[in-house]
């Protein structure tokens, strides 16, 4: 997996190529528009790291032009404005994401994941999903647990659901936010600790094997094996 | 908005300014026919006169110089009607009758000596008789039977006898009136084509005043590109105009600047703080043992506080210049809430704080859903913070005159008598409290960014009360394509 990082900031680029290159992308690296677009013509990248603060241009502009020029690997945009450009939600619908700086690595890979995968368009609508003991319906919208009925809302089951799809994988609080709840908030409190800390009563009930680990600082994984 | 009981043309400026120029213009229109009409009618009355005094002053010669025999009354009265037949401002084709002008002797005694003329002419003598006569200049005598009254000149003979010339004034009052009547339909149709015109070029000088207002309304807080339109005329409204766009180049450039310095700010503090959480993270994911954990977590607790601190009070510094950046789209609201205490119901519930939501349906306003997210998780964050175990949470959602009303109360400890009328402001906050001051700033700063109001204070049966209303969607409609475009733009 070849992987363009355009960021001119040492302290960025040295922080990402460690735990990218663990990741599996190989890495190369930009650190200004006019590098990117001759580095995006020269290799057939699978996807693309942009932060929107270059020295020369803007990265938007760069990606527009890397669009216009033919390159149609997904991108995601960092970004350390405060308030998200239109044209960057623009891009978002276009099927390409951004994360705001600070970000938390494990968020920036597994939403690197996210797009490859969404590109790739690997079949996602199978009707029932089965981690290890267990099991989501989501024609019924039901889990179980080792053959008994978990008791979920509707709300649960989706955050299950999303805990599921990406399981073994890191998810982070933003993540869960920005997917079950729809929103981009960074509340002061431990509002989605608690959902999990529910749905985990429900699910790793006593005398059974806990499936949702808690990463402190990092956000939460579903054991998958 | 509140011209559905007016007439909105009645309003306009330029039916006011052409009805005071028309009525000006026909005052004095009027005041200028006054004095021709005096004038004309004083030149009829002396020709007249000068006529009559002519006349009467032929016939007296006549009468002296013709012997008293029987011939007499035949000569004088054939020579007074070929007189008559020289009446001045006379109609024509008025038929032989001729009853504009009459021939009157009477001898010294007052009696009817001759007379020529319509009638006996003893109506005339009874009124020339009960009228005191200067005999030098023609006079006005009103006589019985006649509606019109004569002009009469008279002269006095030296055998004692009096001639009287009379010339009825009816063609001199035909005359005027035509006049009159001509005038006053020449008067209306110059006053109404003055009034048009006036009420024309005045409406289309306001029009292009009235299209600078509008487009100067338009551009709101959150669309500064646009201006107002200018035309190259050199006039008043074209200086208007460009002088708006001057001012409006001028806060756009420093709103500009403001825009740079907060993005550079963030931009310069974002990076190293992205670094320093990044290894935090590497070392917690690298496999850290025991103790070692809680101080890495904590620090990484501190560096995301501390973005949050930096994002909400640049924020709140932009939005108290107004400059707070909105990309409006049309929300419910009453979703949005529902999400929001989805989101925070299990928290609160875990600190024994029931919440609930009371709403008569959706609610859609302009608003910037990004925002409006964070308004609300400021607002229960409050709640989770603040209210002890045991209290109880309300929100209500309802829409009135336009707007849409969030009242969110509860029945703790209420506001601090410390913070008074501070609680809006950066940095208030109570002696208990653990925040950093800006959450109800935050709140205030982007309500009132979308146009609408907060209040909060404790009500009487005890706990806090903050109220905020946003502007419903189908108001803002018509200025939404206008912002629109340049979210798209």
């Known amino acids: 997996m070849k992987l363009l990082l355009v960021e001119d900031e040492v302290e960025i680029q040295t922080l990402l190529k460690k735990p990218l290159g663990e990741a599996g992308y190989t890495v190369h690296l930009a650190e200004d528009g006019r590098t990117a677009a001759s580095l995006a013509a020269a290799n057939g990248y699978d996807i693309l790291i942009v932060d929107l603060g270059l020295p020369d241009q803007d990265g938007i502009d760069l990606i527009l032009q890397l669009r216009k020029s033919g390159i149609t690997c997904p991108v995601m945009i960092l970004s350390a404005r405060r308030s998200v450009d239109d044209r960057v939600k623009g891009l978002e619908q276009g099927g390409d994401d951004y994360l705001t700086k600070p970000f938390a690595v494990a968020e920036l890979l597994a939403r690197l994941r996210n797009l490859v995968r969404r590109t790739s368009a690997a079949g996602e609508d199978a009707t029932r999903l089965r981690i290890l003991d267990l099991e989501l319906d989501f024609i019924k919208r039901r889990a179980a647990r080792g053959g008994d009925v978990l008791n979920l809302s509707p709300q649960e089951f989706v955050l299950l659901e999303y805990l599921c799809r990406h399981a073994g994988r890191v998810v982070t609080r933003s993540m869960l936010l920005a997917e079950v709840w729809g929103t981009r908030i960074q509340p002061d409190t431990n509002v989605v600790d608690v959902h999990i800390y529910r749905l985990r009563g429900k699910i790793d009930t006593a005398g059974r094997e806990p499936l949702i680990k808690t990463l402190r600082g990092v956000g939460y994984v579903l054991k998958d094996r | 908005m509140s011209s559905k009981t007016v007439n909105p043309m009645m309003q306009s400026a330029a039916w006011r300014i052409s009805l005071w120029a028309t009525l000006a213009f026909a005052v004095g229109t009027i005041l200028v026919f006054g004095m021709l009409h005096r004038f004309v009618a004083n030149d009829i009355q002396r020709r007249s006169d000068a006529w009559l005094s002519g006349e009467v002053g032929v016939l007296g010669d006549v009468a002296e110089r013709t012997p008293k025999d029987r011939l007499y009354s035949r000569v004088v009265r054939e020579v007074a009607e070929l007189a008559s037949r020289e009446v001045p401002n006379k109609q024509q084709g008025s038929g032989t009758e001729n009853d504009a002008v009459f021939f009157l002797q009477a001898g010294a005694d007052g009696t009817l000596k001759l007379w020529a003329g319509r009638g006996d002419g003893s109506a005339q003598l009874a009124a020339i008789r009960s009228t005191k006569v200067v005999l030098d200049s023609p006079y006005d005598l009103s006589v019985k039977g006649f509606r019109i009254p004569f002009r009469v000149a008279a002269v006095r003979m030296k055998d004692g006898t009096s001639i009287y010339l009379g010339l009825s004034e009816k063609d001199e009052i035909r005359v005027l009136r035509n006049l009159r009547s001509r005038f006053l339909a020449l008067w209306l149709l110059i006053v109404l084509l003055g009034f048009s ?31 107002v339109p200018t035309s190259n005329r050199n006039d008043e409204v074209g200086h208007l105009g460009r002088t708006l766009n001057r001012m409006l180049d001028r806060i756009e450039n420093s709103m500009h600047q403001l825009h740079t310095i907060t993005d550079s700010l963030a931009h310069d503090l974002r990076s190293p703080l992205t670094a320093i959480r990044g290894q935090l993270e590497i070392a917690l994911t690298a496999g850290v043992k025991g103790e070692q954990i809680e101080p890495i977590v904590s620090a990484m607790d501190e560096v995301d506080r501390l973005t949050e601190f930096l994002n909400t009070s640049l924020d709140v510094a932009e939005a108290k210049a107004d400059a707070l950046r909105i990309s409006p789209a049309e929300v419910d609201i009453e979703d949005l809430v529902r999400v929001m205490i989805d989101l925070y119901e299990p928290c609160l519930a875990e600190k024994g704080i029931s919440v609930q939501m009371r709403s008569s349906g959706p609610v859609k306003v302009m608003a910037d859903a990004a925002l ?24 209500g959602l309802g829409s009135s005159d336009g707007f849409a009303r969030l009242v969110v109360e509860d029945n703790g400890p209420g506001f601090g008598e410390d913070l008074g009328h501070h609680m809006f402001e950066q940095r208030a ?19 009132r960014a979308h146009g609408g109001e907060v209040s909060a ?21 018509a200025e939404a394509p206008a912002s629109l475009a340049v979210v798209n733009g």
């Open chain 2, 429 to 447: 906050r109570g002696k208990e409290s653990k925040g950093h001051g800006l959450g109800l700033a935050f709140v205030a700063a982007v309500v």
């Open chain 2, 197 to 227: 015109i006036v009420f024309y070029a005045t409406r289309r000088m306001l029009g292009h005043v009235r299209r600078i207002t509008e487009a100067a309304s338009r551009i709101g807080q959150s669309d500064l590109s646009s201006r």
């Open chain 2, 457 to 477: 204070g404790n009500r009487p049966q005890g706990g806090a009360i903050l109220s905020l209303t946003l502007p419903l969607a189908t108001q803002t409609k």
């Open chain 2, 372 to 395: 409006l997210h964070r308004v609300i998780a400021n607002l229960l964050d409050n709640e989770v913070k603040h209210l002890p175990a045991g209290c109880m949470v309300a929100l």
